[in-house]
C-alpha cells in the first residue's frame, strides 16, 4: 500500500461506508433479500441477492459486496467485495461508484490511487451523491489524482451541502470562514457549521461551541458553549475536550451539570439542509 496523504476531514468520515445497501425507489415487487438482511437473516439474504446477481442485477451485486466487505453472513473477502462493487459500478450503479472511489482514495483493502478514486468519485458524483461530492470536492481542493481546482472544490461542497452532508457542510463552512467563498459573513458561517453541528458532527460541534463562547456570528452564550463543546468532547474531540475543561470555572456547578446532562441526553437530526 503507497504511503497514505493526508485527507483530512474524510478520514474522520469513515463512518460514510457504513454497511448501507441499494434498493430500487419504486421496486416492481418485494426485495426477500432487503427484507432478510433487515432481520438479520444474512444467510436468506446472501442466497435471494446471489440468484439476482448472478443474472447481473447492479442493486444485487452492490448488496452482496456489502456483505463481504463486512463479513455479513459471509467470509469477510474484500477481493470479492471489489469485484462485486466493479460490476455493480459498470452499470452504473452510484453508492458502488462511490464506494471504490472511497476505498481506492483511502487505501482501504487496495492500493490507494487517487487517480482512480477521482475517476469513480465522479462517476457517482455526476449522479447527485452527496458523499461521492464531497469526496470529489475534497480531491480538489487538495490536488490528490485531479489538478487542483479550488472552484470546483467549492461547487461540489454546496452540492453536497445542499443534500445535507455534514462533511460536506462543515468543509463549506471552513471555506467561507476563509473568504474562499461568495458568502462570507460570520453569521452565515456560524449557520453552516450548526447544520453540520445539529447531524452529530464531532468537528461542527466544536467549532458551534467556539463561536458561541467568542460571540462570532451569534451572540455569546456560555452556556450554549459548554453544552456544544460537551456533544463534542463526547465524541472525544480534542479542542472541545480542552474548552470543556477551561469552561467549567465559568459556569456555576448546577449550570454545568444541566448542560452536560442535556449533552448525554441529546440526539443528532440527520439530514439537516
Known amino acids: 500500500m503507497l504511503k497514505s496523504k493526508n485527507l483530512g476531514f474524510l478520514i474522520v468520515a469513515a463512518a460514510l461506508s457504513a454497511p448501507l445497501l441499494s434498493f430500487a425507489a419504486e421496486p416492481i415487487k418485494a426485495d426477500p433479500g432487503k427484507q432478510a438482511f433487515q432481520n438479520k ?65 483511502h487505501g482501504w483493502g487496495v492500493q490507494q490511487d487517487f487517480a482512480e478514486a477521482s475517476h469513480w468519485y465522479q462517476m457517482a458524483a455526476d449522479q447527485g451523491d452527496g458523499a461521492a461530492q464531497t469526496g470529489i470536492a475534497h480531491l480538489y481542493e487538495e490536488g ?24 460536506a457542510q462543515f468543509a463549506l463552512a471552513q471555506l467561507m470562514e476563509k473568504g474562499k467563498s461568495t458568502k462570507r459573513d460570520p453569521a452565515d458561517v456560524f449557520a453552516m457549521y450548526r447544520k453540520a453541528a445539529e447531524q452529530g458532527y464531532a468537528p461542527a460541534q466544536e467549532k458551534v461551541g467556539a463561536m458561541y463562547e467568542t460571540g462570532t456570528g451569534v451572540a455569546a452564550d456560555r452556556a450554549q458553549a459548554f453544552f456544544w463543546s460537551a456533544l463534542a468532547a463526547n465524541q472525544r474531540e480534542k479542542n472541545a475536550e480542552r474548552r470543556l475543561n477551561a469552561m467549567a470555572s465559568r459556569l456555576s456547578a448546577g449550570e454545568a451539570t444541566k448542560m452536560k446532562q442535556l449533552a448525554k441526553e441529546w ?3 440527520l439530514a439537516s439542509k
Open 41 to 105: 437473516d444474512y444467510a436468506t439474504a446472501y442466497r435471494e441477492w446471489k440468484t439476482l446477481a448472478d443474472k447481473g442485477d447492479a442493486n444485487a451485486q452492490f448488496n452482496l459486496g456489502v456483505m463481504f466487505a463486512w463479513g455479513l453472513g459471509v467470509e469477510q473477502d474484500v477481493n470479492e467485495a471489489m469485484r462485486l462493487y466493479h460490476l455493480a459500478a459498470d452499470q452504473g450503479n452510484a453508492q458502488a461508484e462511490y464506494r471504490l472511489g472511497y476505498r481506492y482514495a
Open 144 to 167: 490528490f489524482g485531479v489538478e487542483k481546482n479550488a472552484k470546483l472544490a467549492l461547487t461540489y461542497y454546496r452540492r453536497a451541502a445542499a443534500q445535507g452532508v455534514p462533511e
Open 267 to 269: 440526539k443528532p437530526v
